[in-house]
């Protein structure tokens, strides 16, 4: 099976703009949940979804914001972006047991000027 | 709510000795347990989980872990390392039936030096 991909790999963004990124999870898997991690922070918990719906959700302000496609590809929107966004942002897929097992893509390292 | 320290955020160790890599716990309800590991510029590979049952459970490249519930503690273990295993370890927890959402610690740098 082919694994998470991500898209894309870098980016490279100014102060106020926008920036979406997308994910497609291991083929099966309904469940997409995306984390952030920078030096400072670590590695935190954006949202999680779940055919299509919002399941879990992490204490980011509303410029962060995710859907989920039928397919189960999912994509996250930062709206308004801050120096403070730049982080690695990685997408995990896992089935549909519950149990947290979770499966990572490589990341979109993003960059904010 | 739940929260996870990993006691060490840095571990430097010779090739070929043992290492092992320190995760408290804590949580009011039962979780599901997990190593992680990360290398330089990649994502986060799954080492090893514990969902029920024996509590040593066994992972990929020669790690293993032992669940304690009295001491809420899921150390990593490796009884030789290697200078491939050099990278970042995450210890996380999630929720008995509550989905996806994982909690992480801070992460332990192995650096294994020849």
């Known amino acids: 099976k082919a694994g998470v991909t991500q898209t894309p790999r870098y980016l490279i963004k100014t102060r106020g703009q926008q920036v979406t990124l997308s994910c497609s999870p291991i083929?099966?898997?309904?469940?997409v949940s995306w984390y952030q991690q920078t030096p400072g922070q670590g590695l935190q918990f954006l949202f999680e979804?779940?055919?299509?719906?919002?399941?879990n959700k992490g204490n980011f302000p509303g410029r962060f914001s995710g859907r989920q496609f039928s397919n189960s590809r999912s994509e996250m929107n930062v709206s308004t972006l801050e120096l403070g966004d730049s982080a690695l942002y990685l997408c995990?897929?896992?089935?549909?047991?519950?149990?947290?097992?979770?499966?990572f893509g490589p990341g979109t390292r993003l960059t904010v000027l | 709510a739940q929260s996870v320290t990993q006691l060490d955020s840095q571990v430097p160790v010779f090739e070929e000795a043992p290492v092992e890599l320190r995760c408290n716990y804590s949580?009011?309800?039962?979780?599901?347990l997990f190593w992680y590991v990360q290398y330089p510029n990649q994502g986060l590979q799954l080492l090893l989980k514990?969902?029920?049952?024996?509590?040593l459970v066994k992972g990929i490249n020669g790690f293993e872990a032992e669940f304690n519930k009295s001491q809420t503690s899921f150390h990593l273990r490796k009884p030789s390392v290697h200078i491939s295993d050099t990278a970042e370890y995450f210890c996380?927890?999630?929720?008995?039936?509550?989905?996806?959402?994982?909690?992480f610690g801070q992460g332990t740098e192995l650096s294994v030096k020849p």
């Open positions: 995990a897929s896992g089935g549909s047991g519950g149990r947290g097992e979770q499966f």
């Open positions: 083929s099966g898997h309904r469940s």
């Open positions: 979804y779940f055919s299509e719906t919002q399941r």
């Open positions: 949580s009011s309800v039962s979780v599901y």
């Open positions: 514990y969902l029920s049952g024996s509590t």
């Open positions: 996380a927890v999630s929720v008995y039936n509550q989905g996806g959402k994982l909690i």
